[in-house]
T-cell receptor
């Protein structure tokens, strides 16, 4: 079946602009995660959604970052007033809510460049 | 808190040689351990995982890893490297009461012809 998809694949934006990154998880997966991959920080957890529970936002680096998940499926990560340090690859992953919960399936990522 | 250390940011082997990528973890509780591979401009693909049971875990593409609690290690091996194995490899950990993946810094594997 279809894997995790993300759009856009590449995004170039000017400093100070807002951006929205989209993630379509695997159908039926109830858990959704966002990670950030950057040269300086490696792979970092950002936020986690599980079903209808309140999301775990503990990894978001600042209040300029927010995310939502509509209808338990598609998720959007929004970065307001982008800064150059936000340049990174943003990875989305999803996971089924069963004993394989810890097996996360990753999308191809969105490469964000802030100029 | 959990953490993961991957020794060697770059490893170079000849085609056909043994691949050994090292991963050590620290965790106050028995961890779940993973190896992911990332090919250029792609997302992460799960190679193998250890949760419970047999400590020698076999994954895709001929890779395997052994969980050694006494050494807090989960090294990744492959008997014979192939050119297509060239990629970046990430070790990751999550514990039973958590779900976030905590990644090591990654090891880039280069395979020489």
């Amino acid at each position: 079946g279809a894997g995790v998809s993300q759009s856009p694949s590449n995004k170039v934006t000017e400093k100070g602009k807002d951006v929205e990154l989209r993630c379509d998880p695997i159908s039926g997966h109830t858990a959704l995660y966002w990670y950030r991959q950057s040269l300086g920080q490696g792979l970092e957890f950002l936020i986690y959604f599980q079903g209808n529970s309140a999301p775990d936002k503990s990894g978001l680096p600042s209040d300029r970052f927010s995310a939502e998940r509509t209808g338990g499926s598609v998720s959007t990560l929004t970065i307001q007033r982008t800064q150059q340090e936000d340049s990174a690859v943003y990875l989305c992953a999803s996971s089924p809510n069963n004993r394989l919960h810890y097996e996360q399936y990753f999308g191809p990522g969105t490469r964000l460049t802030v100029t | 808190a959990q953490s993961v250390t991957q020794l060697g940011s770059h490893v170079s082997v000849s085609e056909g040689a043994l691949v050994l990528l090292r991963c050590n973890y620290s965790s106050s509780v028995p961890p779940y351990l993973f190896w992911y591979v990332q090919y250029p401009n792609q997302g992460l693909q799960l190679l193998l995982k250890y949760t419970t049971g047999a400590t020698l875990v076999k994954g895709i593409n001929g890779f395997e890893a052994e969980f050694k609690k006494s050494e807090t290690s989960f090294h990744l091996t492959k008997p014979s490297a192939h050119m297509s194995d060239a990629a970046e490899y990430f070790c990751a950990v999550t514990k039973d009461s958590s779900y976030k993946l905590i990644f090591g810094s990654g090891t880039r594997l280069l395979v020489r012809p």
